[in-house]
T-cell receptor
């Protein structure tokens, strides 16, 4: 059974720093992995989707990587800004095409 | 991509009443998904709504408590019935393209 873990649960860094959020999964048989952002009390915004055949995807200051062999994905945020403060969720689409969710990392960027 | 309009964005309801949440998608989709996110938790799939057939509910969720309608390929409603404080959560609808897209969420507080 696929399990997705995000560490750390919370992270606070000063503005301007580069940072990495981690997502690990137990079963390498995934179709894709998706990173989302969630602001308090709101819905989810899709940030990046990495297909199982891909190693990374980039969008602006965000870069997501995927290493199926080690069961890991990372979300790299460059030059962090206070507006990046949110909860970041990763979800792996498993062999049954179901989304398996991590618990999220709550990110606070201090001005 | 897909744009999903979800209403209401938030509501405060009395115990024993019901709340109906609506989701409108800007294009036709075969399946729509309803999720619950309890405070401080990740997402849990409630059910999958298919047009023209009964929704498929996940373990722990029943139709009497969470009736779903899917009258056409762009619209669905989720009703949360006989509300109790334990139902206070964010409810989200979602569709899949190559990636998952979400509505803005409905923040329900039961008093």
């Amino acid at each position: 059974k696929q399990e997705v873990t995000q560490i750390p649960a919370a992270l606070s860094v000063p503005e301007g720093e580069n940072l990495v959020l981690n997502c690990s999964f137990t079963d390498s048989a995934i179709y894709n992995l998706q990173w989302f952002r969630q602001d308090p009390g709101k819905g989810l915004t899709s940030l990046l989707l990495i297909q199982s055949s891909q190693r990374e995807q980039t969008s602006g200051r965000l870069n997501a990587s995927l290493d199926k062999s080690s069961g890991r994905s990372t979300l790299y945020i460059a030059a962090s800004q206070p507006g990046d403060s949110a909860t970041y969720l990763c979800a792996a689409r498993d062999s049954n095409y179901q989304l398996i969710w991590g618990a999220g990392t709550k990110l606070i960027i201090k001005p | 991509s897909a744009v999903i309009s979800q209403k209401p964005s938030r509501d405060i309801c009395q115990r024993g009443t019901s709340l109906t949440i609506q989701c409108q998608v800007d294009s036709q989709v075969t399946m729509m998904f309803w999720y619950r996110q309890q405070p401080g938790q990740s997402l849990t799939l409630i059910a999958t709504a298919n047009q023209g057939s009964e929704a498929t509910y996940e373990s722990g969720f029943v139709i009497d408590k969470f009736p779903i309608s899917r009258p056409n390929l762009t619209f669905s409603t989720l009703t949360v019935s006989n509300l109790s404080p334990e139902d206070s959560s964010i409810y989200l609808c979602s569709v899949n393209r190559a990636e998952a897209f979400f509505g803005q969420g409905t923040r329900l507080t039961v008093v």
